[in-house]
C-alpha cells in the first residue's frame, strides 16, 4: 500500500475513558471513517450525555466531511461506543470484525439476555473479515484480524496507517490484557508480531494511552519504534516469556470500571436494551460471574 494515499487522521482524545476516537480522511469536503467513538456513561447515576461524540461531529462537520463509515476495532469493555447517535446526526454505515457473533454468544450467556437478542452480528450494518478491503472516498483500507484481548479485534490499515485497538499500548505500556472471556495471551503475541511485521515506518495509532508516568498523552508511534522499546513485546521477547508475563499481570487487574454496561451495549451496535414495559432500559448486573 505504499503507493496509496496517505489518509489524514485527526485524534480526539476522552479523558474520562482514556480513549482516542479517530477521524481518518483524504482532505476537506471528502469521506472519512470514524474509528473507536465514545458515548459518555456516569457509572454512579446511569446516565448518558454525548459531549465525546459532539467534539467528533464538530470537526466533521467543520471539515465538511462526509462519513462514510463508523468502525469498531472491537467490543469494547471500557467505553460505551456512540456509534447510532453519531450515524443519525451524519449518516455512515456501523461495521466491526466478523468474529464479533462469538463475543455475543458468550456474553449472550453471561449475561442472560433475552432470546430475541440475536448473536449473528447483523445489529451491524457491515461485517469484515480478516484481508477484506474496503473504501474511505479516495483512501484504501484493509481489515487484519489480530485476536488475543478478544475473539473478535480488528486492526484497520489504511495507506501507511494502522488503528490497532487494543492490540499494543505506546512502548511504555506495553499491550492489553487478555483475561476476558475469549482472550488468549499466546494469540495476543501473534497478533502484536503480525502488525510488527509491518515496515518498521509504518504509523500506528492506539485506541487508548494510560502514561504510567507524568508525561502527556500520546497515541501514535511506529512498528520501529515498538520493535526497539516495546516493554511487552519488542525484539527479543519469546512467546513463552510473554505468556508468562501477561498471564500474571492480569491475574493482578482489577475489571474496568465501565465493563459491564459497555460490553452489553457495544455488542448491540451502541443501541441500548430493549425497553421494558415502564418505557426504561436496563443494563445487567451479573453477581460473581466475572
Known sequence: MSNAIKPQIHGIFDPATWTVTYVVYEKEGSPCAIIDSVLDYDPKSGR???????????????KNLTVAWILETHAHADHLTAAPYIKKKLGGKTAIGDHINAV?????GIFHLEPEFSTDGSQFDHLLKDGEHFSIGALSANTMYVPGHTPACVAYQIADAVFVGDTMFMPDVGTARCDFPGGDAKTLYASAKKILSLPDETRLFMCHDYPPTDRPVAFETTVGEQRRKNIHVHDGISEAAFIDMRTKRDATLEMPVLILPAV????????????????VAYVKIPLNAL
Open 48 to 62: 448518558t450525555r454525548t459531549d465525546s461524540a459532539d467534539r467528533v461531529i464538530d470537526f466533521v462537520r467543520e
Open 104 to 108: 455475543q454468544k458468550v456474553f449472550k
Open 264 to 279: 452489553q451495549i457495544n455488542i448491540r451496535a451502541g443501541d441500548l436494551p430493549p425497553a421494558e414495559s415502564n418505557g
